[in-house]
Nanobody, 120 residues
Framework: QLQASGGGLVQTGGSLRLSCAAS????????MGWFRQAPGKERGFVAA????????LYSASVRDRFTISRDNGKNTVYLEMKNLKPEDTAVYYC???????????????WGQGTLVTVSS
């Protein structure tokens, strides 16, 4: 199971850190990703991190502003978000992929989502 937290209301230019806690079976060897879904839009990829933490991927819209990281000892993946913009407003979901790496990897498990609202 995956449990996302850390969402909230922030002003433009502000920062938030999202966390996703995973059960022991679903974490240490899994690729972890963050996705988001804005109102009226499809869910889209935000960032991913390999099980070892040595590889990361970002969507073009968040690169240079967001940082994904993981602590395998705590079974937790983080998404540090800086310089937030109104267009970052969305429900953010964490996900786990049991095999593979890359932008097209299939994610097997999903968290419930946490809402991030950026006011202008």
């Amino acid at each position: 199971q995956l449990q996302a937290s850390g969402g909230g209301l922030v002003q433009t230019g502000g920062s938030l850190r999202l966390s996703c806690a995973a059960s022991g079976r679903i974490f240490s060897s899994y690729t972890m990703g963050w996705f988001r879904q804005a109102p009226g839009k499809e869910r889209g990829f935000v960032a991913a991190i390999a099980w070892s933490g040595d590889r990361t991927l970002y969507s073009a819209s968040v690169r240079d502003r967001f940082t994904i990281s993981r602590d395998n000892g705590k079974n937790t993946v983080y998404l540090e978000m800086k310089n937030l913009k109104p267009e970052d407003t969305a429900v953010y979901y964490c996900a786990a992929a049991s095999t593979g790496w890359g932008p097209s990897v299939r994610y097997d498990f999903w968290g419930q989502g946490t809402l991030v609202t950026v006011s202008s």
